[in-house]
């Protein structure tokens, strides 16, 4: 498997549902035999709306959430890892070269801590560094690396904008030197400008650590603009998978184009553009037979139309998959 | 004709244990009926604090200069102190869309509850047709089922859904001018879109003048008129949006275009504006952005230039320091 890092393999993820203590256990289905490949040292993207299973696939990727079939594989330099069938040793060492940057800076960070001990804190945690001399090198380090001045170091969190408090989360997610790192929606609570700030620290730590970044987005124009490989979900499955550029430039499935249609354009004459799709993403407890974007599909074909079409991604370009009932 | 409203020279002060901040600064803004301003800036701008001002939200210890005037319909609003006066601006002439719905609704009362209550207090009718006239809205916006919805909690509706209830209740009591802030930025593309369409044809119909508060310069180039960029408390530039937004004279208006990242360039590089924005505890004497400045200007740098904004173009308005800046760079 030379240049993967990841590979997940037929996953789904459901989680028990019991409305009251008489009703029927249901399942939510909300990832669905998701097959992706993370190459060596890549931007992976995965976006889509609310509720379509963004973050309990990455968090499933990080072995925080529970597989329930299907299996992913770490290949790491030595060994590979499968994260379904691992001993608290091994997920352990896996922790050390997983990580997760979280959406909001301002619930991720302990007020009481001071950034020194926030950063500090998975050295000691896990156990890596054996002296409090050699914490603060890794700590001074990685925060040289993110942009934080060593003064900051003895703060809390809460003299800190959220700009500064993003890369405050990085250098913690960082130091424990990780190999790879999921982003979950990790600029999303942050202005534009510091939005493109925080955007290009990750590209430039990812050369200069070697990362390999899982990036969970909403937002489809900062997707394009840093991955290599983009994934859309949408209700728990992936319909459209490709390199960025050839998927934003010609997408073939029709929730991909509706959703690039529907990012506002900068220029105010081209207005309503937008390819509405009438109501939202339905509920994960009883997802539509078939093609799950059926539902709210602009133009359904004769067959998905009454759910015959099972999900499916088929190779169009190389690369570049899409979903069988709108590749056909 | 005179403007539907028209702020003249707002200051709003804060007085806190740390001393008086000042959130705005001398803004002057007029909107039309059926007119959108929208007004752009980063978190901490001042954009709306602005807007609570045309309502008077603002907490308690805030202060208003003296010779500030905000004029709705005629009257100034700044110098309505009864609960009587104030009634008629909060939820009666004017409404407000807030960011967050699930934090605007009470989530212990039925929404259909909410919206009838508002009614009764500013129109004088029964509740049977508050409920009509409820129900009536709430299917304007298009929500499916609103009998259903109307006996329903907020939290029983997904965000989207909510988004459309608030904007329901806001138009229910037919304001002349409604405050949208931030009110697509917490919704999925595709609802925003939704969203955003369903306020544009509500405009049209009911003639309303709108103040859309935003940090998306995507949204703004799709639903205003007229657009105002606010750094730190101030209006560096406004003006028609096609404009502001394709001839942009201000750095900072340049400056947030650049970081914005465009899908349809690609190669661009993101460039985010340098530096951090101030506190307002201390704000910068003169040009107020030239700490983050690039300096064209050689003479901003030290803060000798006043704030002044000067008519550029028929209708376009520029900060007399950053016209000088654009032009150099």
Partial sequence: MGDNLISVNNVSVNFDYQENFISKKQKIHAVNNINIKIKKGSFFGLVGESGSGKTTLGRAILGANKISSGNVIFHDDERDYDLTDMNKQDLKEYRKKAQLIFQDPYAALSPRMTVRDIIAEPLEVMRITNSRQET????????????????????????????????????????????????????????????????????????????????????????????????????????????????????????????????????????????????????????PPGCVFRTRCPNPGVDCKGGEIKMGLIEVEPGHWVDQCCAL | MSHLLEVKNLDVKFDTDEGRITAVENISLSVDQGEVLGIVGESGSGKSVTAKSIMKLNPGNTSYNEDAEIILDNENVLQFT??????????????????????????????????????????????EEAKSISINMLKRVGIADAEKRFNQYAFELSGGMRQRAMIAMALSTMPKLLLADEPTTALDVTIQAQVINLIKDIIKEYQMGVIFITHDLGVIAQVADHVAVMYLGSVVEKGPVNEILKNPKHPYTKGLLQALPDINNLDAPLSPIPGNIPSPLDRPTGCVFRTRCPHHNPEGKDGKIEMKLIEVEPGHWVDQCGIKCGQNG
């Avoid at chain 1, 603060?136 to 170091?153: F, G, M, P, Q, S």
């Fill in chain 1, 136 to 287: 603060d090198e890794r700590v001074r380090d990685i925060a040289a690396k993110c942009r934080l001045n060593i003064e900051h170091l003895r703060r809390f969190p809460h003299a800190f904008s959220g700009g500064q408090r993003q890369r405050i989360s990085i250098a913690r997610a960082l130091v424990s030197n990780p190999k790879f790192i999921v982003a979950d929606e990790s600029v999303a609570a942050l202005d534009v400008s510091i939005q493109a700030d925080i955007l290009n620290l990750l590209k430039q730590l990812q050369t200069e650590l070697n990362l390999t970044y899982l990036f969970i987005s909403h937002d489809l124009s900062v997707v394009a603009h840093v991955c290599d490989v983009v994934a859309v979900m949408y209700l728990g499955h992936i319909v459209e998978m490709g390199p960025s550029r050839e998927l934003f430039k010609n997408p073939k499935h029709s929730y991909t184009k509706a959703l690039l249609s529907s990012i506002p354009s900068i220029d105010p004459e081209k207005r309503s553009e937008a390819i509405e799709l009438k109501g939202e993403i339905p509920s994960a407890l009883n997802p």
């Fill in chain 2, 82 to 127: 009864s609960k009587q006066d104030l009634k008629k601006i909060r939820g009666g002439k004017v409404s407000m869309i807030f960011q967050e719905p699930m934090a605007s609704f009470a989530p212990a009362i039925k929404i259909g509850a909410q919206m009838v209550e508002q009614l009764l207090i500013h129109k004088n009718i029964n509740k």
